[in-house]
C-alpha cells in the first residue's frame, strides 16, 4: 500500500503555462525477472546428462577388428563407470569422502566428474578435503594444474578462505606460482572488501619476481568501485603506472564504468578526456554508463550526444535507463523527443508498452487531440490493447483541456475495453470534479462492479505522472496515508473506497 499511495516522481511538466508541477524527486522501481531455482532433482539430472555424456569417439583405422573392438568398448566401459558413480552420488546422504576411501582410488576423470557434481549440488565446501584426500593418493597429482583448477572453482564458488589455504599448501609443495593464479587470489579477496590480505598478495608477488600485469590492477579497480572507495581507484592507478604497468583500454574503460555508477561526473569526463588525447575505444557498456550518468544530472545535450552513439552501437537499454532518458527530455519540455524515443527503440524492443507510452505521451505532452487518435488508431490497426496507462494518459490530457465529454467516454469505454481504474484514474475522476465535472454516474458503475472494495493498485506507468503532475486527490491520499501511525497502515489491506472515506474525513478534499 505505501508503495502505491507514495507517489514521489521528479519535476513535471506539461505544454500549458496553468499546468506546471513541482514535486520531489524519484526514485523508480522496477521488478527484476524472476528466474525460478531449479530443484535438486533438476539440478542433478542436468549434470548427468552434461558431465557424463559419452564423448564422440576419436576418428581411427579399422586395420583390425581386435584394435576396433577396442577403440569403441573401452570409452563405453568408462562411460558406465562414471554413470555408476554417479548413480551413486545422487543417493541421499551420500558422502563423497566416504565413497572414495571405499572405492580407494578415482581416475581423473572420476575425480573431476565428482568437483561438477559437488558444484550443481550446491555442496563446494567439500571440494578441498576431498581434493586433499585425492591428490595424496598418487604424489604426481601434486602438481599446478590441479592446484590452480581447484583454486579457481572455490574462488568462483566465493570460498576465498578455502581458496587462499589452498594456494599456501600450493606454495609449501615448492610448486610454480604465475600471475594468473595470483591475479584470481588477489580479485577473490577483493571482491570480497578484503583488500589488506588482497594487497599483501600483490606485494608478495613483487617479492617472487612476478610483475603484475594490468588484469592485476583491474580487477582490484574494479573491486574498490563495488565499495564506492573512489579515492583507492585512483592511487591504484597511480601505483599501476609507477610499477612500470601502462593502464590499457580496458583499464579506463573500467574507471569511467565505476566513476559513472557513484554518479562522479567530473572524474568521468576527465578519464573519457584522457581516453580521447590516446585515441582509445570505448566499449559499449561504458557507453551506456556514460548515458546513464548524463541522464541521472539532466545535462541534455551530452546525454544525446551518447544516446546516438549507444544507438549505433546497437546495444539493448534496460527499461529504467530509458524512462530517465524520457525524463529528461519531459523535464525540458521536449515532447516531441518522446516520439522519436518511441520509434528509435521499436525495431529492437518491438511494439511493447513503454514504447506505445512513450509515443502517446509524447502527443498527450502537447496537448494534441489528432496527435494522440492517430497513435490510438495505430494500435487499433496492431490489435493492441490499452492498458491502465493508455486511458489514463488521455484522461489526463482531456482534464488538462477541459474536455468533459471525451474524458466521460474515455471512463466508459476503459471498462469496456477490459482496463480497470487504478488509483491514478480515481485520482482523475475525483479532480474533475472539482473543476466541474459530475463523476456520480462513473463512482456508481465502478460500485456495481466492486472496484471500490478490491485493493489499491498502481497499473500506471511513472512517466506518466512526471509529464501531469499528482493531482489535488493523489497528493491527498499521501497527507491521509502519512498522518496515521505505522501500526494502522500496515494493519489492513488498504482498499479504494478506504482511501476515498480518509480524504473526505472531516472535508479534506
Not at 533438476?42 to 564423448?55: K, R
Not at 527499461?319 to 519531459?330: F, G, H, P, S, T
Request: with cysteine; aromatic share 10%; proline share 4%.
Amino acid at each position: 500500500m505505501e508503495s502505491v499511495v507514495k507517489l514521489q516522481y521528479s519535476h513535471c511538466k506539461i505544454a500549458h503555462t496553468s499546468w506546471s508541477f513541482k514535486h520531489s524527486n524519484t526514485h523508480l522501481r522496477f521488478p527484476k525477472t524472476q528466474t525460478p531455482k531449479p530443484s535438486t532433482t533438476t539440478t542433478l539430472s542436468l549434470c548427468h546428462a552434461h558431465f557424463f555424456s559419452p564423448s564422440p569417439l576419436p576418428p581411427h583405422k579399422t586395420s583390425s577388428s581386435t584394435e576396433h573392438t577396442t577403440l569403441h568398448v573401452e570409452p563405453s566401459h568408462e562411460y558406465h563407470k562414471l554413470r555408476a558413480l554417479l548413480d551413486i552420488l545422487m543417493e541421499k546422504d551420500c558422502c563423497p569422502l566416504q565413497l572414495l576411501r571405499d572405492d580407494g582410488d578415482w581416475t581423473i576423470d572420476q575425480f573431476w566428474a565428482v568437483i561438477r557434481f559437488l558444484i550443481h549440488a550446491s555442496r563446494p565446501k567439500e571440494i578441498l578435503q576431498l581434493f586433499d584426500i585425492w591428490r595424496n593418493i598418487e604424489k604426481s597429482r601434486i602438481n599446478e594444474f590441479n592446484y590452480s583448477k581447484i583454486i579457481g572453482l572455490l574462488v568462483e564458488e566465493d570460498l576465498i578462505e578455502e581458496a587462499v589455504v589452498c594456494f599456501q599448501d600450493m606454495k609449501s609443495q615448492g610448486l610454480g606460482l604465475s600471475v594468473e593464479l595470483y591475479n584470481t587470489i588477489i580479485h577473490g579477496l577483493s571482491r570480497n572488501g578484503n583488500f589488506v590480505d588482497a594487497v599483501h598478495f600483490l606485494n608478495e608477488m613483487k617479492e617472487m619476481n612476478l610483475a603484475p600485469d594490468a588484469d592485476t590492477y583491474d580487477g582490484l579497480i574494479e573491486a574498490y568501485g563495488k565499495y564506492k572507495m573512489y579515492d583507492e581507484m585512483g592511487m591504484c592507478l597511480k601505483k599501476m603506472r609507477l610499477n612500470g604497468c601502462s593502464p590499457d583500454y580496458i583499464t579506463y574503460n573500467l574507471l569511467i564504468r565505476e566513476f559513472a555508477h557513484g554518479g562522479l561526473l567530473n572524474r568521468v569526463e576527465r578519464v573519457y578526456q584522457s581516453m580521447v588525447s590516446r585515441r582509445m575505444d570505448l566499449q559499449v557498456p561504458t557507453l551506456i554508463a556514460i548515458l546513464e550518468v548524463y541522464a541521472k544530472f539532466g545535462i541534455l545535450e551530452k546525454m544525446e550526444v551518447f544516446y546516438r552513439r549507444v544507438l549505433n552501437s546497437r546495444a539493448i537499454l534496460k527499461e529504467d535507463l530509458i524512462k530517465k532518458v524520457a525524463e529528461v527530455y519531459i523535464e525540458n519540455y521536449m515532447f516531441s523527443k518522446l516520439e522519436n524515443l518511441g520509434v528509435d527503440l521499436s525495431p529492437r524492443f518491438g511494439q511493447t508498452d513503454l514504447v506505445w507510452c512513450l509515443r502517446l505521451l509524447s502527443h498527450a505532452g502537447l496537448l494534441s487531440r489528432r496527435g494522440m487518435n492517430s497513435i490510438i488508431l495505430e494500435m487499433e490497426e496492431k490489435s493492441v490493447p490499452w492498458n491502465a496507462t493508455v486511458a489514463n494518459i488521455m484522461m489526463l490530457a482531456y482534464l488538462k483541456m477541459k474536455d468533459f465529454t471525451r474524458l466521460r467516454s474515455l471512463f466508459s469505454q476503459s471498462l469496456t475495453r477490459g482496463v480497470d481504474p487504478d488509483i491514478i484514474t480515481f485520482g482523475i475522476l475525483f479532480d474533475a470534479n472539482r473543476i466541474g465535472y459530475d463523476g456520480s454516474a462513473t463512482l456508481n458503475t465502478w460500485r456495481k462492479h466492486g472496484i471500490l472494495y478490491k485493493a489499491v493498485e498502481m497499473n500506471t506507468d511513472p512517466l506518466v505522472i512526471t509529464t501531469f503532475g499528482k493531482g489535488h486527490f493523489l497528493r491527498n491520499c499521501e497527507a491521509a496515508y502519512s498522518s496515521l501511525e505505522p501500526e494502522v497502515r500496515e494493519k489492513k489491506t488498504w482498499t479504494y473506497q478506504d482511501l476515498i472515506d480518509s480524504v473526505f474525513k472531516d472535508n479534506q478534499y
